[in-house]
Each structure stands twice: as structure tokens, then as C-alpha cells.
């Protein structure tokens, strides 16, 4: 027997189990299946309710996804949450005119004072 | 008493949802002859089409599933078109519909196994029916028990997408090159590949016991 009608007998013999397996579907099966083709005869020619959860299921899921990333996005972040602090004690500075001075003015007590101390204890002990 | 015409349609169909395949009591409340070329042709595919789709999904429900999706697609998107263009769409659009579930249970195993509070662990298990091991003997054991049927069944489903989808085009739907090279958006060279592939594959398992 060569290939090609080898092929040929098995590919018959698939067709008439294929067939079988076919007619010997349950009869729940068959009852589901006549069900889904009346419905989808009684939707012919009509277009998907938006109420329909299957289609906006995928719509809400892109909806959530735009959500969390916008929020993340907003979020500040801890190195920018360090710049706007900063940022904050110098306007403070700026708007508390006697800090300011204070931050500016050397002082002077002080550094006589350890100078003075210096001198009498020159090694530091 | 206020009755409204489509009221009436819908409990027509409510009553009948066990009716015959050629859908009798359904045809009797519309003579529209759109309605009943289409419900003879879904009559004629929904079976084969639950094969394909049970073979491809290995869930019986998911498989109700994709044809039930497919043959509204059909009936609200395609209706209009010439009948003889139906049969090559229904099963492009059940191809498609088949590979949204497979890959939505992929998607859905990589979110349960990476979600920490997922509760019930037999629920949220990833893509069981793809991670379990096939309880079923191998096709060629189920051959040798004399269930040759279930056995070209089995080894049908365990084929590449795309071999699986031609064998059965061409041999369970009786698709010529052309009709199946359409219905799976390819050149019907590939389509030759594949089903060569398909048959070389199946022979190889069963060949000594469907001859």
C-alpha cells in the first residue's frame, strides 16, 4: 500500500469517527447549543447592548489601569518631597528677616572667646 | 390588554429552548426566510463547531462558550452577507474566539499566582487544566482499550493550534483547500503544511489502529 492511499484510509477512517463523535453529542449539549443559536437569531443584526458587562469589562479594566497609573504618576516623590522641603525653610529664611540676620552675622563673642582659650591651652588638653 | 411584538418573540423563545436542532417552533413565529437560511446554517455547524472547540479548549464549558460567542458575531456582524460566505467567517470567528480564552487563562493563571491574598487555592490555581497532568491515558493507550474514538480526539487536541485547525476543517467541517485556507486567513500552501503535519503527526500515534 503505498503512502498516499495509506493517508487516504486513515484520513476516512478520522472522518467517520470525527462523524460519530458528532451525532453521539449529549442531549444537554444539544440543548445548550439550540439555545445559544436562538439567541444569536434573536440578536441578528443588532449591535451589543453597552450595558452588556463583556463589553465593558475590558473598557473598565483600561479605565482602572489609566487610574492607577495617572495616581502614581501624581504621586510626589520622596526626593521631591525633600526638594519642596528645602525649599520651604528658605522662604521661611527669607520671609523672618531677624533669622536671617542672625544666619549672616559672624559671631563675634564666640570666637574671641576661642581664640582666648587658644592661647592659654594651646595643645587642647 | 398592551402586548408588544418583541415580547412576544422572546417568550416564543424562552418556551422553546429545547426545541429541535432545526429550531421548529422558533421558524413558526417568523416567516422572515433571512432567519431561517441562517438558523439552518448554524443547525448544520453548531455541533462540529462544539467539537472543535472542546478539542481546542479541553473544557466542555468554555467550549459552549466560544461557539455560542461565535454565532452571535455571525448573526449581528455578518448576517447581511451572501450565505455562502458564512461558513469560512464562523470559523475564523470561533478561531479567534477559542485563542481570546486561551489566552485570557493564561493571562488569568500570571494574575492568581501573582496575587498574595488570592483566597481558595483550587479557584485561583493557574490555568489548572493546562498545568494538571492529563489523568487520561495517551492517545495510543486509549486505542489499545478500543476507544479509538476518544483516543483521535485526544491527539487531535494535543496538536500545534494551527495543524489541529486545519485537520479539523478539512475532515470533520469536509472544507476544501481554498474554504479552509479563507477561514484560517492563510495561503492554502500553509494550509497543505499544516494538514500534512497533522496527518503525518496523528498516523504516526494511531495509524495501526484506524486502518
Redesign the interface.
Known amino acids: 500500500m503505498s503512502n498516499e492511499e ?2 487516504s ?3 476516512l ?3 467517520e ?6 451525532d453521539n ?1 449529549d442531549a444537554a ?20 447592548s453597552w450595558l452588556d458587562l463583556r463589553v465593558l469589562a475590558p473598557g473598565g479594566a483600561v479605565a482602572a489601569a489609566a487610574l492607577v497609573a495617572v495616581l502614581l504618576w501624581g504621586l510626589p516623590s520622596h526626593h521631591a518631597l525633600k526638594e519642596s522641603g528645602s525649599a520651604l525653610d528658605d522662604l521661611e529664611l527669607l520671609a523672618d528677616s531677624d533669622g536671617y540676620e542672625l544666619s549672616q552675622e559672624p559671631d563675634l563673642e564666640f570666637i574671641e572667646w576661642a581664640a582666648a582659650m587658644s592661647e592659654m591651652d594651646p595643645v587642647g588638653t | 390588554m398592551l402586548t408588544c411584538p418583541a415580547l412576544a418573540a422572546s417568550a416564543t423563545l424562552l418556551t422553546d429552548l429545547t426545541a429541535s436542532p432545526q429550531g421548529g417552533a422558533f421558524l413558526s413565529a417568523t416567516a422572515d426566510p433571512a432567519v431561517q437560511t441562517l438558523n439552518g446554517f448554524l443547525a448544520e455547524v453548531e455541533r462540529k463547531a462544539f467539537r472543535m472547540a472542546q478539542m481546542a479548549l479541553r473544557h466542555d464549558e468554555d467550549a459552549l462558550d466560544a461557539v455560542q460567542d461565535a454565532m452571535l458575531q455571525l448573526a449581528r456582524r455578518y448576517s447581511s452577507r451572501p450565505s455562502a460566505e458564512w461558513r469560512p467567517l464562523f470559523y475564523r470567528i470561533l478561531e479567534n474566539r477559542i485563542r481570546d480564552l486561551q489566552r485570557r487563562r493564561t493571562v488569568r493563571g500570571r494574575i492568581m499566582a501573582w496575587v498574595p491574598w488570592r483566597g481558595d487555592a483550587e479557584e485561583t490555581e493557574a490555568d489548572p487544566v493546562e498545568r494538571a497532568p492529563d489523568p487520561a491515558p495517551g492517545p495510543a493507550a486509549q486505542a489499545e482499550g478500543g476507544q479509538i474514538g476518544t483516543a483521535l480526539q485526544h491527539a487531535i487536541s494535543l496538536l500545534p493550534a494551527r495543524q489541529r485547525e486545519a485537520f479539523l476543517l478539512r475532515n470533520l467541517e469536509g472544507l476544501d483547500v481554498a474554504e479552509t485556507a479563507r477561514a484560517m486567513g492563510c495561503s492554502e500552501g500553509s494550509v497543505k503544511t499544516h494538514y500534512s503535519r497533522a496527518v503525518h503527526s496523528l498516523r504516526e500515534q494511531l495509524s495501526e489502529f484506524m486502518t
Open positions: 495509506d493517508t484510509a486513515f484520513e477512517r478520522a472522518r469517527l470525527l462523524r460519530d463523535s458528532v453529542l449539549t444539544r440543548s445548550r447549543l439550540t439555545q445559544s443559536r436562538h439567541a444569536a437569531l434573536a440578536a441578528r443584526g443588532t449591535r451589543p
